[in-house]
């Protein structure tokens, strides 16, 4: 299965299948750095998402402003993984090179952290759709009594396999009426935890938000650091910060604040300097 970032490139690079020959068809027909850097200036001029801002900031290294259009062109080398990428040359690393060009082609799906919490699950949901088989599989309670039946078999077999079949969805519908499916998560600490979607009463419930189960998202944790922690790794973060009332939080992976909701960013020189080593 693919990881999530990789769905979120796929998703990008099929917005820009379709919007290549559109409004913007002189810049994404044939993209050249160039070209997508002069896009961008395009965009921005008209863009007021707050967003939207964070990301171009992330990307280039400094805000968006109506007489920053010099500077911008002084940058154009960073346009060029965008480009190989959306002609098929090279792939994509970098987070906040996704975003920028998820603005490029009109992905509005963005930040990746956006993605993440709610668009991944739609893509996993169609990547893991069974093919079609000459044989049907009957799904039971429990994977290993599983039931094949071949579309040539005989009345009596399947007679037999639908009896079976019937035996072990009764003993089904009782285990879940008594232990009902943890189908949905919810933060709790440090983590998210596989909870009851409805009726949930543990604790914390009035306070945490309760959310489809995503996969993904129970590998996303809230971290402590310290001055020898690995932040970076290729020179990509791999330590993502939020500053809420004069403190910093981390967490191992990219997203939206459990519980605020707000986006996170990723880690710097600076933040490292300012919070962590000064500690």
Same mark, same amino acid.
Request: hydrophobic share 35%; aromatic share 12%; charged share 30%.
């Given at each position: ?85 959306? +002609?098929?040359?090279?792939?994509? =690393?970098?987070?906040? @090179? $996704?975003? &920028?060009?998820?603005? %490029? #082609? !009109? ?43 071949? +579309?040539?078999?005989?009345?009596? =077999?399947?007679?037999? @396999? $639908?009896? &079976?079949?019937?035996? %072990? #969805? !009764? ?109």
């Amino acid at each position: 299965m693919k990881d999530t970032f990789s769905n979120y490139k796929e998703a990008i690079k099929a917005q820009y299948a379709d919007q290549k020959l559109g409004v913007y068809a002189n810049f994404l027909m044939q993209p050249t750095p160039a070209r997508l850097r002069d896009l961008g200036i395009i965009l921005f001029k008209e863009n007021k998402n707050q967003n939207d801002k964070q990301i171009f900031q992330s990307f280039l290294g400094f805000e968006f402003e109506a007489n920053s259009i010099q500077k911008i062109k002084n940058e154009t080398d960073k346009f060029k993984p965008l480009a190989t990428f959306l +002609k098929n040359e090279t792939e994509l =690393s970098d987070y906040n @090179a $996704a975003d &920028f060009l998820a603005i %490029l #082609v !009109g992905f509005e799906l963005r930040p990746y952290s956006k993605f993440l919490h709610q668009g991944n699950a739609e893509v996993k949901r169609f990547d893991n759709e069974p093919k079609e088989k000459e044989e049907k599989l009957v799904r039971t309670s429990d994977p290993q009594y599983d039931v094949l039946i071949n +579309k040539k078999s005989k009345g009596k =077999s399947i007679a037999i @396999a $639908a009896g &079976f079949v019937g035996l %072990l #969805v !009764g003993s089904y519908v009782v285990k879940k009426e008594v232990f009902p499916a943890k189908e949905c998560i919810q933060w709790n600490d440090d983590h998210y935890e596989e909870v009851v979607c409805e009726g949930n009463k543990i604790g914390f419930a009035d306070v945490n938000p309760i959310f489809d189960k995503n996969e993904d998202l129970l590998d996303f944790k809230k971290i402590e650091v310290c001055d020898t922690t690995t932040f970076f790794k290729n020179d990509q973060p791999i330590v993502w910060y939020i500053k809420q009332d004069g403190k910093c939080e981390y967490f191992n992976a990219p997203g939206l604040h459990p519980i605020s909701g707000k986006p996170l960013r990723p880690i710097t020189k600076h933040i490292i300097a300012t919070h962590v080593v000064k500690h």
